[in-house]
């Protein structure tokens, strides 16, 4: 996912927009993606979709990843690999930025098929 594919304006006069011809419903993924990612953050969400508040925030919502010296420094994607990878070989570990289930990145990615 790139910003240049994120910013894309709504334009059918303009060649670079996702109202064209021949328009691949491709970036319509890209969008999802940006907008499930982002509702995943609101409490209210998390908690309708039953998820347990998280035992760091307290909050049903999910959080951005950072990376740190664990993680590197990665982009959102390669990121939520990299915590889903850590925390997988020890799930009681708390060195990570944030546990997969609380990353607003690992549910859009699975969404839109941005597989791990």
Same mark, same amino acid.
């Given at each position: 996912?790139?910003?240049?594919? @994120?910013? !894309?304006?709504?334009?059918?006069?303009? *060649?670079?927009?996702?109202? *064209?011809?021949?328009? *691949?419903?491709?970036?319509?993924f890209t969008a999802g993606h940006v907008l499930l990612h982002e509702f995943t953050h609101l409490d209210e969400v998390? @908690?309708? &979709?039953? !998820?347990?508040? $998280?035992? =760091?925030?307290? $909050?049903?919502?999910?959080? $951005?990843?950072?990376?740190?010296?664990?993680?590197? @420094?990665?982009?959102? !994607?390669?990121?939520? =690999? *990299?915590?889903?990878? !850590? %925390?997988?070989?020890?799930?009681? =570990?708390? $060195?990570?930025? /944030? /546990?997969?289930?609380?990353? &607003?990145?690992? %549910?859009? &990615?699975?969404?839109?098929?941005?597989? %791990?």
């Open positions: 996912m790139t910003d240049a594919a @994120r910013n !894309l304006p709504i334009d059918p006069k303009d *060649k670079n927009t996702w109202c *064209k011809a021949g328009f *691949k419903a491709g970036t319509l998390g @908690r309708k &979709a039953g !998820l347990t508040p $998280d035992p =760091r925030t307290k $909050d049903h919502g999910t959080n $951005d990843a950072q990376s740190n010296a664990k993680t590197g @420094r990665l982009q959102p !994607l390669p990121l939520a =690999r *990299k915590i889903n990878q !850590l %925390y997988g070989q020890n799930p009681k =570990r708390t $060195d990570l930025p /944030v /546990v997969p289930e609380y990353n &607003a990145e690992s %549910y859009a &990615a699975a969404a839109t098929g941005e597989s %791990y």
